[in-house]
């Protein structure tokens, strides 16, 4: 009976995850599909979901419309750098809060830990007006410069990765003559590869979806990315659903891959970092 009982249960859980994964997957089958439709076809309720010809009419109107390769250029650039930058500096900062003792090393993990409750409205102008002052207000670099300095969100994710590595790893390689920055770059880091994968998809899809950056500070037309661009084929397109959906499909094909890639080491990474501390 007992097993009978968990079998159906098994099979309840199962039927809610796969209803919960359609309600979630719909929006985005409807909005792949609708872009490969003719106008006529997307608003026929006799044609359906899927279209009877795959019309790549609207893709080729994205292209026509807006420059989309500078704008996927623009945001790849800025994309890659915010990744790079994110990549070198983030471990140096959650080893040093985590594995090397230094005193106040608490008190400023809690500092950076306490900016995470600001929210970003109450210190746009401010920074805005410090990038005012710097001269670099109409360029790439206030969207870049920052991840150079760390974000707290990828801080504490990595210190708690690390918290997991043994201590006695690193003394290990402290006895056999190993100084400071090998066991960083030799032992910490490589332990840390589920941990760094999770903070580089975090930071590749907030960078690459990201809107309000680019439209404070990428100012002209030669600097946007693909959502101020997708934003500005919107108005041009406020009726044309179909080609909008093929701009929104194009926008977000990037981000689905290299989740898809790193979907392991991502799921890895927030289970592990979640169950240390």
């Known amino acids: 009976m007992a097993i009978l009982k968990k079998k159906i249960s098994k099979i309840i859980f199962y039927i809610v995850i796969v209803v919960m994964a359609f309600v979630f997957l719909f929006p985005l089958l409807v909005m792949i599909t609708t872009s490969f439709k003719t106008y006529k076809e997307a608003f026929d309720v006799k044609v359906g979901i899927l279209p009877h010809a795959l019309y790549l009419g609207n893709y080729i109107d994205v292209f026509k419309t807006i420059p989309f390769l500078r704008y996927f250029g623009n945001t790849m650039w800025i994309t890659g750098m915010n990744v790079l930058g994110t990549v070198i500096v983030t471990p140096m900062i959650a080893y040093s809060l985590s594995k090397v003792r230094w005193a106040g090393r608490n008190i400023i993990f809690t500092m950076?830990?306490?900016?995470?409750?600001?929210?970003?409205?109450?210190?746009?102008?401010?920074?805005?007006?410090?990038?005012?002052?710097?001269?670099?207000?109409?360029?790439?670099?206030?969207?870049?410069?920052?991840?150079?300095?760390?974000?707290?969100?990828?801080?504490?994710?990595?210190?708690?990765?690390?918290?997991?590595?043994?201590?006695?790893?690193?003394?290990?390689?402290?006895?056999?003559?190993?100084?400071?920055?090998?066991?960083?770059?030799?032992?910490?880091?490589?332990?840390?590869?589920?941990?760094?994968?999770?903070?580089?998809?975090?930071?590749?899809?907030?960078?690459?979806?990201?809107?309000?950056?680019?439209?404070?500070?990428?100012?002209?037309?030669?600097?946007?990315?693909?959502?101020?661009?997708?934003?500005?084929?919107?108005?041009?397109?406020?009726?044309?659903?179909?080609?909008?959906?093929?701009?929104?499909?194009?926008?977000?094909?990037?981000?689905?891959?290299?989740?898809?890639?790193?979907?392991?080491h991502f799921v890895e990474g927030i289970s592990t970092s979640g169950l240390k501390g």
Not at 127 to 139: A, D, I, P, T
Not at 145 to 160: C, E, M, V, W
């Open 112 to 264: 950076i830990t306490a900016t995470m409750m600001i929210p970003y409205t109450a210190i746009m102008i401010p920074l805005y007006r410090m990038w005012v002052k710097f001269g670099l207000v109409g360029s790439f670099w206030p969207l870049i410069i920052p991840s150079f300095f760390g974000y707290p969100l990828y801080i504490i994710i990595l210190r708690q990765f690390m918290l997991g590595i043994p201590d006695e790893l690193l003394e290990s390689a402290k006895i056999d003559g190993c100084n400071a920055w090998q066991r960083f770059f030799l032992i910490a880091l490589p332990l840390a590869k589920p941990g760094i994968a999770t903070i580089t998809i975090f930071s590749f899809m907030y960078t690459f979806s990201d809107f309000l950056g680019p439209l404070l500070y990428a100012n002209k037309s030669e600097l946007y990315t693909l959502s101020l661009g997708l934003y500005s084929f919107m108005n041009e397109h406020s009726i044309n659903w179909t080609s909008l959906m093929a701009a929104a499909t194009m926008f977000m094909l990037p981000i689905l891959i290299i989740f898809l890639i790193g979907q392991k």
